[in-house]
């Protein structure tokens, strides 16, 4: 079994930061890719950012020059640093991680796990 512990969230007036952290835990042999995804009302999950093993990372539009995505291999730990938010950021965000995992089996198998979920709230 793997974990996914989100932190991070909250109600932030518009042009202000937050941080998300999402922490993975248990039977892990890699993990590969990490990333943040949102959900707004009404609107289809979209991805925000990811960051792959060596670092190489992907923004999406909207988040290019206010978000950054790290990670810490060692803590199995992915980061979102989002600055200048906008009302339209308000949202569910999600981290998603990718990679092998140990299940029953002698052999790591690939797999993929989403988070439970942080909401983010812009005032404007």
Known sequence: QVQLVESG????QAGGS???SCAASGSIFRINAMGWYRQAPGKQRELVADIGSG???NYADSAKGRFTISR???KNTVY??????KPEDTAVYY???QGEFYYSGRHPL??????????VTVSS
């Open 9 to 12: 969230g909250g109600l932030v």
């Open 18 to 20: 937050l941080r998300l």
């Open 55 to 57: 670092g190489s990372t």
């Open 72 to 74: 810490d291999n060692a």
């Open 80 to 85: 979102l640093q989002m600055n200048s938010l």
């Open 95 to 97: 981290c998603n991680v």
């Open 110 to 119: 690939l797999d993929a796990y989403w988070g439970q979920g942080t909401q």
